[in-house]
Nanobody
């Protein structure tokens, strides 16, 4: 299973970005998908998760109300719409796929990250 994230970049505070993650191999529609991020000098942290059907979604408190995770099973892709961006959202963002319950902390497959930088 391969995951390729894209859509990162430089944006001003208050701006928006949409990240995409294309998945190849495996059975995309059976995976729970997630976005995680890692800021310089910090551990990787959970951002959002979405169930295989798209009906169940979880968000970190820090992004709730600003970020929206979605998926398109016909395109084997997951997205992260990021609005009202803040400098503290600056990080490398990773997408991940998992076969475990969404409430599980682990994910099975990881992609390379995409850099998001929010300028103040």
């Amino acid at each position: 299973v391969q995951l390729q994230a894209s859509g990162g970049g430089l944006v001003q505070t208050g701006g928006s970005l949409r990240l995409s993650c294309a998945v190849s191999g495996g059975t995309f529609s059976s995976y729970g998908m997630g976005w995680f991020r890692q800021a310089p000098g910090k551990e990787r942290e959970f951002v959002a998760k979405i169930g295989w059907s798209g009906d169940t979604r979880y968000y970190a408190d820090s992004v709730k109300g600003r970020f929206i995770i979605s998926r398109d099973n016909t395109k084997n892709s997951v997205y992260l719409q990021m609005n009202s961006l803040k400098p503290e959202d600056t990080a490398v963002y990773f997408c991940a796929a998992g076969t475990r319950p969404l409430t599980s902390r682990g994910m099975d497959y990881w992609g390379k990250g995409t850099q998001v930088t929010v300028s103040s």
